[in-house]
């Protein structure tokens, strides 16, 4: 489909162990942002993307979370050294600029041991 | 403070009423913007409406209007005829600045056939 794309859709890791989760926006989406959902919360913010360049990455909760969007498309988060406090929901959107409507993907569940 | 305010945590509401779902917001910005997104117990994020603070007229979107009293800082959601598949989680939320949005900790909207 031409909607934004995650993967995994389910991921268990045990604590320590490094993950890559996977964003591929909707093709021509400028902005990619990434947010981290707990259960029965709404999202909070990690990251922002215009193209390659990260402008914000002002929400990521310490420097174990690292992401990337190299070529101004897919981008992937990575957590190193995961703890059991990492488990979420971790949901990319990507918008055809900052302010436009964000459209996001069905979501990473990430569930650490 | 809280930005974003939603009351209702829950809401039952029979099929085919009308229902609103309340949101209140804080900002000292005088350009920002309003989204709704409707969260299906299957996670994805789906965006429902857009009301730009500069809007005159109220938005609307199928059976979806945002009723924007600005003096007030109010942004309800009004689903005219609710379905069974309406039956989710609501969130409320304001970009401030370029691209942040902020949320609100959600409404569960249960449609009662």
């Known amino acids: 489909g031409a909607g934004v794309s995650q993967s995994p859709r389910y991921k268990v890791a045990k604590r320590g162990q490094d993950v890559a989760l996977r964003c591929d926006p909707i093709?021509?989406?400028?902005?990619l942002f990434w947010y981290q959902q707990a259960l029965g919360q709404g999202p909070e913010f990690l990251t922002y993307f215009q193209n390659e360049a990260q402008l914000d990455k002002s929400g990521l909760p310490s420097d174990r979370f690292f992401a990337e969007r190299p070529e101004g498309s897919v981008s992937t988060l990575k957590i190193q050294r995961t703890q059991q406090e990492d488990s979420a929901v971790y949901l990319c959107a990507s918008s055809l600029g900052g302010s436009q409507p964000q459209h996001f993907g069905d979501g990473t569940r990430l569930s650490i041991l | 403070a809280q930005k974003i305010t939603q009351t209702q945590p829950g809401m039952f509401v029979q099929e085919k009423e009308a229902v609103t779902l309340d949101c209140t917001y804080d900002?000292?910005?005088?350009?920002?913007?309003l989204f709704w997104y409707k969260q299906p117990s299957s996670g994805e994020m789906i965006f429902l409406i857009y009301q730009g603070s500069y809007d005159q007229q109220n938005a609307t979107e199928g059976r979806y209007s945002l009723n924007f009293q600005k003096a007030r800082k109010s942004a309800n959601l009004v689903i005219s005829a609710s379905q069974l598949g309406d039956s989710a989680m609501y969130f409320c939320a304001m970009r401030e600045g370029n691209y942040q949005l902020i949320w609100g900790a959600g409404t569960k909207l249960i449609i009662k056939p």
């Open positions: 900002t000292s910005d005088p350009s920002y913007g």
């Open positions: 093709s021509g989406h400028v902005s």
